[in-house]
């Protein structure tokens, strides 16, 4: 028997295939630039995520300030309530890229009875601890007449907070022996107040403080209780009974 023939064609082998064929070299470029462009975003997107401004906030304990000495102030001593708000600087192995200020800062301010119901018809503007007294210039007039000039802009401040710094903003205040607190704003500088601002008249034990402070951005909230009886008005954690 003879051995069988062999014949060349003259074609590679593949051309005669029924099935066709790829390139895996050009597919794992391909796929090395999806995931590299996927691996991009995405680390991209948790960069700007850990940026952003997160702002906590903390009950400071209440300020007693003595006002019996000169100049004369409308109240010889006074007991302020305040919360500092912080924004939270970036863990140690984070802080290469370097979190964002809170800007344009303002806060709001509800009081709530018990029953939930609203204390005051309109929120109360927070002020800022470190902002200018929005104090009234007074100016004498011809004669006995005197007059008052009013910075408007000192009644709307709001403040910058970069990360890992704070600010204080004022809650409500007590002044002399009095048993009634106020709610504290850049209100009661206003005419004739002398701290009190009857608007703004907190006569009870304990109230609901609802705080939500605006930035450029977003917003955040925080509730806490004001508590004015044994030991002196007060911020207290939120009780889930008020």
């Not at 952003?52 to 001593?77: C, G, H, I, M, Q």
């Amino acid at each position: 028997m003879s051995p069988p023939k062999c014949y060349a064609t003259g074609k590679p082998a593949s051309e005669d295939s029924q099935y066709p064929t790829f390139d895996l070299s050009l597919m794992s470029t391909i796929f090395g630039f999806i995931l590299g462009a996927l691996a991009a975003f995405v680390a991209t997107l948790f960069a700007e995520s850990m940026k952003r401004p997160v702002l906590s906030f903390e009950l400071d304990a209440s300020v007693d300030a003595d006002y019996s000495k000169p100049p004369r102030r409308p109240a010889t001593k006074a007991r302020f309530a305040r919360i500092r708000l912080v924004n939270r600087a970036l863990p140690p192995l984070l802080r290469g890229l370097n979190r964002n200020a809170a800007l344009f800062c303002r806060g709001r301010i509800e009081f709530k009875r018990s029953s939930g119901e609203r204390v005051f018809d309109t929120p109360m503007a927070a002020r800022w601890s470190s902002t200018p007294e929005p104090i009234p210039m007074k100016l004498m007039l011809r004669g006995s007449l005197e007059g008052e000039i009013v910075d408007h802009f000192r009644y709307d401040q709001r403040v910058d907070i970069p990360a890992g710094a704070s600010e204080l903003f004022d809650v409500a205040a007590q002044f002399d022996d009095e048993k009634e607190c106020y709610g504290w704003s850049n209100e009661s500088y206003g005419f004739g107040q002398n701290w009190r601002n009857p608007r703004r008249k907190l006569d009870g034990e304990r109230f609901r403080v609802d705080v939500t402070i605006f930035h450029l951005g977003g917003s955040c909230s925080y509730c806490c209780d004001l508590v004015n009886s044994g030991g002196g008005m007060r911020l207290e954690k939120a009780d889930d009974r008020t």
